[in-house]
């Protein structure tokens, strides 16, 4: 038997491999190969973008169902707020109580105008009643203050 020598030397292994590329082959598969890595990152870098896309979606459709809860026992606890129940014992701890009906005196306004509103759109200033001064002056303070 002969003895036989092995060399892990890269240019002796490629000379012992049974088949051999030739720089065209060679260039060709590795274009192919770049080819098809392109391909899969740009796959999945879309499918990332679509997937934190999604995920981000989904947490705005659960703060709006949490707020959308919250607005709900908000307006639950407006209602037993204004219950008229509740109205009437927050007077009573403040010192309000109920008028007796004996005790209710009605003022009579004789120089109101009792017309019904579309007369009342079509009245001239001449048939209203004339103002007081303290009216006038009144009257004057509002319109310095907004600036007419």
Known sequence: ?????ISFRPAKIVKQLPWSLDRKAALGSLLILTTFSLIGWLYLGQASVITSSTMKIDGLRQEID???HQNSELTL???ELESIRRVEARARELGFSPTNPA???YLSAPNALVSAPEELAGSSQSQMPESAPWQAWLDTLAANIVGE
């Open 1 to 5: 038997m002969a003895s036989q020598s």
């Open 66 to 68: 949490l707020l959308n």
């Open 77 to 79: 606890e407006i209602a």
């Open 103 to 105: 005790n209710i005196r």
